[in-house]
């Protein structure tokens, strides 16, 4: 089965002030199928928000796709022309953000922000983009829909307007949704409706969903697959069984173990990871997590590891850890010899 | 015996908002009757979602909102009834830290500077106040080195330490922690959070600790109240909240946490779905502001308030279906 999605090797740079190249995602594959959940969780500046924007084309001045391909259906999205490119992102996919407010024109009518997209993109009628227009707000469970359509952005609340957000990202039936922090400015008890609906989408309508988050419950109850990015790396990558049950980077290992949970007996104390994720530009040589590290060794500081199959052989998983999986070094060797 | 430090009884805030383009004038109940104790040296934990008056009773209480009802008293003193110099002796017994030490800490001060200056205001000026600013770092774990950099030479861990000692300069009694580690990533957040509670060990300081994170404050609480609409719906020990809660609202909010543990998707829990988002705080609904949420709702929620009372497991709950407590009738 081909993916919906593949990227190889992204690379997105920016620019220093020492006049140097910084790269903020180092090397990002993964591919995202038809119906699946992907998840990329990681701290601030791990590079989760430019992995996704970088595959729809959109990095932030002045970074640039310095390398890397990505693939939709087969097709290099990195070639696509300006024209095929808007449609792309219109019609194929869409992107749900933290902040339903600024994604949303404040002085358009909800109903005319939904429907835009379905006579640009779809053809379609304004009387039928009309009816289709109520048929999305119903499906993300907005009641009295019909007459909502007049409303403005400010008439509704966080929650309803991250709704009318994902109406509008699923206004095409696009291949694929990109949710960027999508709950994080909601309540929990809404939050758990907003998933319910991304779920919904996957299941029911078979979207390719990549999830972003910071939260590793949210990321593991949601998603099929988990990426955890460090330092704009993918350090491991596996099921969310394998990732939460059977981690085997000693970074997803900490941060799971730094969370607290309802479920568990609470600790007199909690175990924190030392230090603070490198700041943009100050990576060290080898492997960017060995300075936070309890088990670094000192190859960990010159050799930047790979991502390998882990050693636990548990079929997908894999990790960019010399000591976890002594694989990582050998391919790190490799490349620096290269 | 404990002491009791805070005591709020019966808080009322309500705002005004001004007629603006396609709205009328309003009055805002934030908070809605409101009492809690706190006792010295324990933490107390405000959960609820935005818009519930979490952070409204906190920066009522700091003097930043004026009450329209009620009454607050720190160590027995009617806090409504101070001026001037007691006013001042007040605000130094009760600091607050803020969510984003982004905003809270002074762009162009150096962290010494924004120390000195809360050292000043004591009473007791200590012989070496400079001396004080490393005494004060050392306490949150930070070098004497930071005292010379400025806040964006910090992470965001590091200046919600730098906030820390700066509540920490005039010795306060009781720390507002209004969503205090929300802003920080996972990993520096545990620090913070383990530096708190060393600072409560060693200093004896009290916390009211608001957060909408429910296993953070399960961490750092001895008493919980949950919020609604301006409302604690629910109070009690951690125990009784976390283990044994009555509310349907608290019940809700604790299954809506997701958890990253593994779980047979085969078999997903029951959760309880609450429909609909909490409502307005300009019109709240009759009768039990839950009501057009909870999967419990009678005829009886719809008109009727329910009076907070005592629960067969211990906790007060404002709910008319709460178990009640079991009354041993007097002999």
Known sequence: ?338 | MSTVLLEVDDLEVTFRRSAGPGRRAASVPAVRGVSFQLEAGTTLGIAGESGSGKSTIARTLMGINKPSGGSMRLNGADVGALRGRELAQYRQTMQMIFQDPYDSLDPRMKVSETLLEAIKLRKNKPASPLNEVYQLLEKVGLSKSFASRRPRELSGGQRQRVSIARALCVDPRLILCDEAVSALDVSVRAQVLNLLKDLQEDLGLAYLFISHDLSTLRFMADYVGIMYLGKIVELGTRDEIFERPQHPYTRALLSAVPEPVVIDRTVRLPRVRLTGEPPSSTNPPTGCSFHPRCPLAQEICRTTAPARRVTSSGQLAACHFAEPELVVAEA
């Open chain 1, 1 to 338: 089965m081909s993916a919906l999605l593949e990227v190889s090797d992204l690379v997105v740079d920016f620019p220093t002030a020492a006049d140097g190249v910084f790269h903020a995602v180092d090397s990002v594959s993964f591919t995202v199928s038809a119906g699946e959940r992907v998840g990329i969780v990681g701290e601030s500046g791990s590079g989760k928000s430019l992995t996704s924007q970088a595959l729809m084309r959109l990095v932030p001045e002045p970074g640039t796709v310095s390398s890397g391909s990505v693939l939709f259906e087969g097709a290099d999205v990195m070639a696509f022309s300006a024209k095929k490119l808007q449609k792309w992102r219109g019609s194929q996919t869409a992107m749900v953000f933290q902040d339903p407010m600024s994604s949303l024109n404040p002085l358009m009518r909800i109903g005319r922000q939904i429907t835009e997209s379905l006579q640009k993109h779809l053809g379609l009628s304004k009387a039928e983009s009309r009816t289709r227009a109520i048929e999305l707000l119903q499906r993300v469970g907005i009641p009295d829909a019909e007459s909502r359509l007049s409303d403005f952005p400010g008439a509704f609340s966080g929650g309803m307007r991250q709704r009318v957000c994902i109406a509008i990202a699923t206004a095409c039936s696009p291949k694929l949704i990109i949710a960027d922090e999508p709950t994080t400015a909601l309540d929990v008890t809404v939050q758990a409706q907003v998933l319910d609906l991304l779920d919904h989408m996957a299941t029911e309508l078979n979207t390719g969903v990549i999830l972003i988050s910071h939260d590793l419950g949210v990321i593991s109850s949601f998603c099929d697959r988990i990426l955890v990015m460090y330092a704009g790396r993918i350090v491991e990558e596996g099921t969310a069984e394998q990732i939460v049950g059977d981690p085997q980077h000693p970074y997803t290992k900490a941060l799971l173990s730094s969370i607290l949970r309802l479920s568990e007996p609470i600790p007199r104390r909690l175990k924190p990871i030392s230090g603070a994720p490198p700041l943009a530009g100050q990576r060290a040589s080898g492997c960017s997590f060995a300075p936070r590290c309890a088990l670094a060794i000192d190859a960990c500081r010159t050799l930047d590891p790979a991502l390998v199959p882990a050693s636990n052989a548990s079929p997908g998983q894999r990790v960019a850890c010399g000591v976890a999986a002594p694989a990582a070094f050998e391919l790190a060797d490799e490349v620096t010899a290269a």
